[in-house]
């Protein structure tokens, strides 16, 4: 007892001895916060010095010990620091008062492996840590084996050092945006970038990465995409960046980079993008696109094309050099920035061999290859709060890569008064003739001319334009007749100017037929009128009850139509005129052919025509429908018309033709149908391709026919989805799918699939045609799912009359949790190529590692 209390006393002396030893020492200089009284002397000085901590430190553990000398605190399990807005967590903790450190290590197992990271949070961010350390005075920190989640990724370095809250610079770190390794539901990241120095620098409103050389891992393969550096913002803002393009090979051109380029946003509402491909076999084509937007007002874009095809080998037969071009631009207008007044544009004007040269490749996934020509159209509209009119201005260009021949239409203005009635209503609702007339007019002013590409804005040009106005007058009204039928009344007037008319003649000298135009003013009036009656007709045939047929429904809705107009081919009128062809024959033409008014018609219209419409229905029994029946479409509509013209000299009888269309299977084949007939006879002589149409009436030759069939075949259609909770009892997860397996570990699930079948068919001929044409085509575009993650989709054509494959091509998809890997390729055809890239899902990534249409509404940051 006394030996205890002995050596208590000597703790107290040594401490107040060793107290009074520091508070004699004199400071070489005095602190800041020191505070000197000036009226005592220099031996009663008192010197305040600063605190060690600017904050209180909160310390929690299941063991702690403080070492006084050493100036020592030590935490051992569950152990936890609190300071200023900074928490440490971690199974031993350090705090040396001399050296201002905290040091903190996570759990770690019987072989010193750590197997529990120190989780550090500071202003509400989470970082994890085999080991760290803090400097409570200077504020920086050093860690080992750091876990960084930053936006939507992570970044893992071997050892990361904080100058400051605002800058951290790591070594030999990763970064990915995988988020199941984020979420720790895998070990792996299934892609991430490496890079030997990192440095992370935030602010307020973003923060941004900043690498030395670093390069691309896929399921920690290394791939050759290597970069010097790269700059990685973390912000909603639009940021500058390279985009990686894809790579393959095309038979015609070699290999290839396609898409690759700079993206670079300009303020508030623009941004650039130019992308490149590049071809092995000299091949180039540049294609800069520009972005504008304005929120609540209009969206558009500016972007060209332009490139060199090279084919073959120089100084060979083969070889060939072309320069394509292509010039586009899209406006739309917010519908609510202005509703009286809106403009549009939808400019694509591209060289005539572009389609035929062309070197991105899209075009060809897309089969935009196959196009045959191409429209333009800047279009503004004027709306009037006031007065019931529409004013439409429109230019126009219509390029035909066939003929190499261009339609331009510059400009176009179209008037339309908004429909009114003639007469007022007496009694407020409207009846008879007289107070249902409706009167619809306009007027179009059109400046037309087709030329050739070279030609275009040339003085040949202005002399081949032609102008012309153009008014249309319709008057139309119905009436109830005998309650269950429609009476209708109609005329139409048409007015037009133009400034050239045609004069055509027979030159004996060349055998040819010359059409002179000649530049004069000049116009026509024209006018008809219609008489109508219609109504619909209900029948119905009910079966024996027990039958599977229940009722079959049948609508049929017959019209008939008297129409008439003069023979505007008279001579009194001066629309037509007579040349003597190259046998004699006095030969009528209307002056106004090859215009832009159209021409008057000719003979005398006095026709009585009629139209049928069907609709057939039928009532079945089904388990399947909660009422126990459906309906079931025979004919969606069937539909025969045809006209008697009394005034007609000879073939008074039009052409019949009939129309169809329904669907079966649930609505699920789809049937389009057409068949015209010529009531009179053609008799073709031997070896004579033109035949001669007679006034044998009763014949019925096929003239035109044609069948469509559209059929989407899917899984979901061919049986019921398997349950397989009941079927196997084991069940597993990966990435969000269920999975079941069967007693050897075989995991089972839905093979979805899609299949869309289109049929068609055509035939027609004609009296100058003997033989006639035909089309017959079967296309076929379809997936289907190996996996849930695996996905192999394709399209073709096949030609049943060359017994040919059209354009066919065959691509698949890869879902890799945070990137896709897609491959397209056409096998065959005049292109031949295949297409590979991947694409990062993370919208931080996203627009930086695979091509992909910039937007304003994609904020996203390439890398």
């Known amino acids: 007892m006394a030996k205890t209390v002995l050596k208590n006393i000597l703790q107290i002396l040594i401490i107040l001895i060793f107290n009074n030893f520091l508070a004699q020492k004199t400071p070489e200089k005095l602190p800041k916060n020191t505070i000197i009284n000036d009226t005592i002397s220099k031996k009663d000085t008192i010197v305040v010095k600063k605190e060690a901590l600017d904050d209180i430190l909160h310390t929690k553990a299941d063991d702690q010990r403080r070492d006084v000398p050493k100036k020592m605190t030590f935490l051992n399990k569950n152990a936890q620091v609190k300071y200023q807005d900074m928490q440490i967590d971690a199974d031993y903790i350090s705090i040396d008062d001399n050296k201002n450190l905290i040091y903190a290590r996570g759990k770690q197992d019987s072989l010193g492996k750590i197997i529990e990271p120190v989780v550090t949070t500071q202003a509400g961010k989470k970082y994890e840590t085999d080991q760290f350390s803090y400097n409570t005075k200077t504020r920086q920190a050093v860690a080992y084996n750091a876990r960084t989640e930053e936006n939507e990724g992570v970044i893992i370095a071997e050892k990361t050092k904080k100058y400051n809250d605002s800058v951290f610079a790591m070594r030999h770190a990763l970064y990915t945006t995988d988020d199941y390794f984020i979420k720790k539901k895998d070990t792996a990241a299934d892609y991430h970038m490496l890079a030997s120095n990192i440095k992370l620098i935030k602010g307020k409103n973003k923060s941004q990465i900043v690498t030395g050389p670093i390069q691309l891992y896929i399921e920690r393969v290394p791939t050759p995409l290597i970069m010097p550096f790269a700059i990685l913002p973390f912000s909603d803002k639009r940021s500058a960046g390279i985009l990686i393009p894809s790579f393959g090979e095309r038979e015609d051109v070699g290999f ?15 941004d650039l993008k130019i992308l490149a491909d590049i071809y092995t076999k000299g091949s180039w084509d540049l294609r800069p696109e520009m972005n504008y937007m304005k929120k609540y007002r209009y969206t558009g874009n500016f972007s060209a094309d332009v490139g060199t095809m090279v084919r073959g080998i120089k100084g060979l037969d083969n070889y060939t050099k072309t320069g394509t071009y292509r010039i586009a631009w899209r406006h739309t207008q917010d519908t ?9 544009a939808s400019v694509d004007i591209v060289s005539t061999k572009f389609y035929n040269n062309t070197l991105n490749n899209n075009y060809i996934l897309n089969q935009n290859v196959l196009n045959t020509q191409q429209n333009s159209t800047v279009t503004v509209t004027k709306r009037f709060l006031k007065l019931p009119i529409t004013i439409t201005g429109t230019a126009s260009y219509s390029q035909n890569f066939a003929t190499g021949l261009a339609d331009l239409r510059l400009p176009q203005m179209n008037v339309a008064v908004n429909q009114f009635y003639l007469f007022k209503s007496k009694t407020g609702v409207r009846q008879g003739l007289l107070e249902n007339i409706t009167v619809n007019t306009g007027f179009n002013l059109t400046n037309y001319v087709n030329t050739s590409e070279g030609e275009l804005f040339t003085k040949a040009m202005w002399d081949k334009m032609q102008t012309g106005l153009k008014n249309n007058i319709s008057l139309g009204t119905n009436t109830t007749v005998a309650k269950y039928f429609t009476f209708s009344l109609g005329a139409n007037i048409d007015n037009a100017l133009t400034t050239k008319t045609l004069n055509r003649f027979y030159d004996p000298v060349n055998n040819v037929v010359v059409d002179d135009i000649q530049k004069n003013v000049s116009g026509y009036s024209t006018f008809s009128t219609t008489a109508s009656l219609q109504t619909t007709i209900y029948g119905m045939m009910k079966f024996k009850k027990g039958s599977t047929i229940e009722a079959i429904r049948h609508m049929v809705t017959p019209s008939m139509s008297f129409t008439y107009s003069p023979d505007f081919g008279d001579a009194k009128y001066g629309y037509y005129k007579n040349y003597y062809n190259a046998s004699g024959a006095l030969t009528p033409y209307s002056i106004f052919e090859k215009g832009i008014v159209g021409t008057p018609t000719s003979g005398m219209v006095g026709a009585l025509g009629f139209n049928i419409g069907n609709n057939i229905e039928m009532k079945v029994k089904s388990k399947s429908d909660s009422t126990g029946v459906k309906k079931v479409k025979i004919f969606e509509s069937l539909n025969l018309s045809g006209n008697y013209n009394f005034a007609a000299k000879d073939h008074p009888w039009s052409i019949f033709t009939i129309n169809g269309q329904s669907s079966f299977f649930q609505n699920k084949l789809n049937v389009n149908t057409s068949l015209s007939l010529d009531p009179y006879k053609i008799i073709f002589f031997p070896g004579q391709d033109t035949g001669i149409r007679t006034e044998d009436f009763g014949h019925f030759s096929v003239q035109g026919f ?22 196997y009892s084991s069940k597993g997860e990966i990435r969000n799918e269920n999975y079941y397996f069967d007693d050897d570990n075989y995991a089972h699930f839905d093979l979805a699939w899609t299949l869309n079948v289109n049929a068609n068919y055509a035939y027609s001929t004609s009296v100058s045609s003997r033989f006639g044409n035909k089309i017959a085509s079967l296309g076929l575009d379809g997936s289907v799912k190996l996996t849930p993650y695996w996905n192999i989709n394709g399209s073709t054509h096949y030609d049943l009359i060359t017994k040919q494959l059209a354009y066919t091509r065959i691509g698949f998809a890869r879902d890799q949790r945070s990137f896709t890997i897609n491959f397209n390729w056409v096998p065959f055809g005049q292109y031949k190529v295949y297409d590979f890239f991947i694409g990062i899902k993370a919208n931080i990534l996203s627009d930086a590692l695979k091509y992909k249409d910039r937007s304003f509404t994609q904020p996203n940051s390439p890398f």
């Open 256 to 270: 290839f980079l396609n898409g690759i380029g700079y993206y670079q946003p300009i303020g508030e509402h623009f």
């Open 336 to 344: 609510k920035a202005n509703p009286f007044l809106t403009f549009s």
């Open 706 to 727: 044609n069948v469509q069939l559209s059929y989407p075949l899917s899984s979901e259609i061919f049986g019921k989805k398997t349950d397989y909770a009941k079927k």
